[in-house]
């Protein structure tokens, strides 16, 4: 027993003489920290960590079945999925850790947002970290591509439509983006070369340079309303508070680290077995038209906010505000570098890390039920609900049948089911009268195409008999006051005359 | 001298001496940075020339759009009836053998007229998904972001700043050709047009 063990020292010391890292292990290991950071607010960093390396290393694994070919990587995909024996499961994982990783790389940023932990000295590591987020979106898009099929396809074309809003160089931009003049071979081989070196390579290194900075500079205090940093005097205060209320990194703070990191493997792993691999959807193929695409999770709020914006401020918004938004982040720490570290004292950076969040959670939700999508088929599948013309005049049950047939239920839902894109009709009679109604349908306006081209006469007036019926039966029709007076005097008048007309004839003897 | 050029040698170190001024005159010194700062010109200059047909090498598929544009053939006239919108596929015509199906491309054909034709992209002219046409109410919707344009191209609702993209065209012994081989988008189809207010009437044909 003693001698093996006296063997194992021997063949370390053999080791650690030519390698010679026990010093500066120890030195990152054992260095102070201030006793409050060993937190579980301070997690989300190791945790992002962690993830990078599930990615790298599933990634890899990935690697040794993928085809990165336009004509074979659909295929080959779905070999992982239904033929390598456990092959969904290592595409399940890469995709739920992919998705895992962006959520934990945004929480650590918010976190270290409101800990006011990018003011001085950590600017760097700030701005590094903004750098880190952008490659994380980066890498999310480009295994978007990766995964090939009609959502990767038509996500590309989406890029390349807002690249060619580059006022002059925008066409070229496109060429380069998708390697040639349409989305096709070179464009999956480029945006594999991006994803599995170009990215992931300098990820690393930044990687390493952030986590580099954290050790030398040391883990964030903290935060106390009213402590303060300056410049000249941070460094002192800082080394003063690890020295005289510090415990060492490891195991002091470290295992927090650690239990997390493990409770993120494990939860990235139950979801890959619960819910599987993402797709692949359909093939790639752009003459299948019969496709809704969309791009993932978390590019969902852009889409969103693509289908809000009015016309004319999509191309402005689209090329300043992601460049505006960079620009903010990155200078926020050159900014901001003193100053008030506590979020009791910050109560800007509170409100705009909720307003974040809440527009981020509103904005994904609609592009989850893309509201404004109309329904690509709800014309032939979704009938109309039987009560709703059980009693309508045959005129109105002829208007029925042309509001099916022109795809007018694709935007509209009757008894909800439809599209959403325009209001409900179930009540539009209260709303509108039938005059209204037909201006409506015959010009358009809002999002409303015109019909007034696509309809006959007497379709339009089928359609609005039928519009008309929609009320419900305690409320009456809307209807035009004016109009009335003109009914009820027409009606008087002919009243008039017949009475006039009896009066002659009663006073004929 | 010898020893004092080890930095390893402490007792020089500490006794306040400089090892440079020991190791030499000030000659060696500023010679061996001059040979330092030869070699690092020498990496700058051999950097320089491989830096331009890297460029180059990058830079490949930025090329004008005309280069990439040639005849294709939809098929017979009498495949497109008049008065009628139809779907046609067309091969890109520089594809290459690793594509597999992405060079199948679609696009859709309105017969004006006998000798009339429009041919439109697929393409959405808001961020280029797949427009859908509804034959029964004649119109093109997108199913992305709800963008909706009439038979005619025109813009009817929705995000799109203008009418569908159209390929020039022309009729070869009764064969429909268009110029086609990239993707249109908002740069190298014609630009943008002014949307006009009232639906229906816009002017935008591509």
Known sequence: M??????ALDIYAWFERRLQLEGPVKEAVLHQVPRQTASWWYVFGSAAFTLLFLQIFTGILLALVYVPSAGHAWQSLNVLNHQIPLGWFLRALHGWGSNFMVAIVLIHMAQVFLFGAYKFPRELTWILGVFLLLMTLGMAFTGQVLRFDQDAYWGLGIGASIMSRVPWIGSGLVHLLLGGPIIAGATLSRFFALHVFVIPGTLLLFVFLHVWMVLKLGVNDWPMPGRVVRRATYMEEYHHLAHTDGIPFVPGAFWKDLVFSGAILAAVAVCAMVFGPFGPGGQPDPSIIQTVPKPDFFFLWIYTILSYLPPQMETPFLLIVPLLAIAILLALPLVAAEGEKSWYRRPVAVLVVSTVAVCFGVLTHLGTTTPWSPHMSAWSGDPLP??????????????????????????????????ERGPALDAVATRLTIDQMRFKVVTGGGNMPAYGKNLSPSEIEALVRFLETLHPANEPPAYDASRRTVEASQAADSAGEASSLRANEGSTP | MSNAAYPANRQEKTSGVNPATTSGDARIVSRRWLLFKAAIALNGAVGLVLAVPIFRYLLAPWRKDASYESWVSLGALDEFP???????????????????????????????????????????????????????????????????????????SGPPERGLFTYNWKIVSDNLQIDAGQMPTLSNTAKLVTISTRPGDSKCSG
């Open chain 2, 82 to 156: 008049v008065g009628e919108t139809r779907l046609a596929n067309y091969k890109n015509p520089s594809a290459d053998p690793w594509d597999g199906q992405t060079d199948n491309v679609a696009c859709y054909v309105r017969r004006e007229g006998p000798g009339e034709f429009k041919v439109f992209a697929i393409n959405c002219a808001h961020l280029g998904c797949p427009v859908r046409w509804f034959p029964q109410s004649q119109l093109f919707m997108c199913p992305c972001h709800g963008g909706v344009y009439y038979a005619d191209g025109s813009r009817a």
């Open chain 1, 2 to 7: 003693q001698r093996m063990k006296q063997t």
């Open chain 1, 386 to 419: 039987v009560n709703r013309i059980h009693d309508a005049t045959p005129l109105a049950r002829q208007g029925a049948v042309v509001f099916q047939a022109k795809q007018c239920r694709n935007c509209h839902s009757v008894g909800g089911s439809g599209g």
